[in-house]
């Protein structure tokens, strides 16, 4: 018998060389208690966040598990049903109805998961004799999105405006093209040259989605994301978004004004074909997404944190993604896996968790800690967590 | 020389600046295993690739073609179809 496990055995040889140095295992932290958005009990010891997608801190804000309980209490506790046929509930509606609120558009479209949406939509719009520019940086659910739909990919060098025009303008005239990007692209945090893109986008005469799953809630002056910040949001056809991040619980969307949207909800298979939100979730959703229109202060906030987090850390000496703060997404550069993970470690030892990032997840086999900030971090938070930096720093001399 | 030697002397003058290694290239030198050539390294080489003959090779196609030889062929049918 042709073991269908070969494959995964320079994996597996990876994993055992790392774990048989003593290493706590990076990609199996359970965390046993979560008192707020900022800080956990993680192997019995107080830990602070760092690493979550949990932007905007709502995970404990009292109206949305209020929303949540009630929904729980009415509804049940899940749908049993796809959204076309048992599984709308009127909490899915309301949901929809706030996310046409927050993005000022016409339709909206919830998913069971942000990967869903993309999933769903990219194999949706775009079939076989259909051409989709992406930056070759795009997250996993896009080129599955591409897959799934047996799309032509042309990929371009990430935020080449020039790359993505040059392999733009060589598609066949008269041919199907979507342009795919990302207002925040995860890894590094950086944010995409979209006002050019989308220009040169629209001059080609392509349909453009941008992800904005890492911009929602705080970037752009309603939190509508990157596309908002550059003002070239009426310009986008479809704006993918996620509920697992800002808005602090699970489930995909997609928002557009485009006239035959709402045909998508028959047509598309990872829409129809997968069982709808629990009534809990949509409410929390819902809840959470109406609180954002109105939390300029938390943004603001949030920007300080980045700001004064990305400073900081350069100052320490670590090497960083971006020059500059462009996110809440801070990524810390280190030489390779084994000082990473060793980094890594430490900090949890000194109470700090982030994530590890490595390859194939980051661009050119970067080993990355990556820093997600919330705007619930407080000032002495931050200034603890560069504490925690300066002294794993020194131990695993990353730093000098 | 035929248009495909024409080709043929081209793609491997693109193929230099990528090999690092210093492999003796061929037509049957493959460009994952005998170039390791990574996948940014490949979408930088396809993008110089295009730019020379003025085609597009989606990375679909690009990921059914594995040696020289295949790259030479691919590239004169593109210029046909165009």
Request: aromatic share 8%.
């Amino acid at each position: 018998m042709n073991d269908l496990f070969s494959k995964f055995d320079p994996v597996i040889a990876l994993r055992e060389s790392l774990l048989e140095s003593g290493m706590t295992d990076p990609f199996n932290l359970v965390m046993e208690k979560v008192e707020s958005p900022t800080v956990a009990i993680c192997n019995g010891k107080r830990t602070i966040l760092l690493g979550t997608y949990n932007y905007m801190g709502m995970t404990f804000d009292p109206d949305v598990i209020a929303a949540g309980k009630k929904a729980l209490d009415e509804f049940g506790s899940g749908t049993t049903g796809s959204r076309v046929l048992n599984g709308t509930y009127s909490g899915h509606r309301e949901c929809e109805e706030a996310l046409k609120d927050f993005y000022a558009m016409d339709h909206a479209m919830v998913f069971s998961t942000g990967y869903q949406a993309n999933l769903g939509i990219i194999s949706t719009l775009a079939g076989k004799d259909d051409y989709i520019v992406l930056d070759i940086d795009s997250h996993a659910s896009i080129y599955d999105g591409c897959a799934l739909g047996k799309a032509q990919i042309v990929p371009f060098r990430h935020n080449d405006i020039e790359a993505m025009e040059k392999r733009l303008k060589r598609i066949p005239e008269g041919d199907g093209k979507l342009v795919v990007l990302e207002g925040v692209y995860s890894m590094l945090g950086d944010v995409a040259p979209l006002k050019e893109m989308v220009r040169v986008a629209k001059d080609n005469g392509a349909m453009v989605l941008v992800d904005e799953a890492h911009s929602m809630g705080f970037i752009g002056e309603n939190g509508r994301g990157v596309a908002e910040a550059q003002g070239v949001i009426d310009d986008v056809d479809f704006i993918i978004g996620t509920f697992s991040k800002s808005v602090g619980t699970v489930g995909g969307f997609c928002v557009s004004n485009h006239p035959k949207f709402e045909i998508l909800r028959l047509v598309c298979r990872p829409y129809v074909f997968t069982a709808s939100l629990p009534p809990s979730v949509v409410a929390t959703a819902a809840t959470s997404i109406r609180k954002l229109m109105y939390s300029a202060d938390k943004r603001a906030h949030l920007w300080e944190n980045s700001k004064r987090l990305h400073a900081g850390l350069k100052q320490l000496g670590f090497k960083l993604g971006t020059d500059e703060p462009q996110s809440a997404i801070i990524a810390v550069l280190m030489p390779d896996l084994e000082a990473g993970a060793a980094m890594w470690e430490a900090l949890l030892n000194e109470g700090l968790y982030v994530n590890l990032a490595r390859p194939p997840a980051t661009p050119a086999n970067m080993t990355l800690l990556r820093c997600s900030l919330c705007a619930l971090h407080t000032e002495e938070q931050v200034g603890e967590i560069l504490g925690m930096f300066a002294a794993a720093g020194r131990a695993t001399g990353c730093i000098s | 020389m035929t248009d495909r030697d024409q080709n043929a002397v081209k793609i491997e003058a693109l193929i230099e600046p990528f090999n690092k290694k210093g492999v003796a290239v061929t037509e049957a030198t493959r460009f994952a295993q005998d170039l390791e050539w990574d996948s940014l390294t490949v979408m930088d080489f396809v993008a110089s690739v295009e730019d020379e003959f003025d085609i597009l090779i989606s990375m679909n196609r690009a990921a059914e073609i594995e040696t020289v030889e295949q790259l030479i062929d691919a590239v004169g049918q593109l210029q046909s179809e165009r």
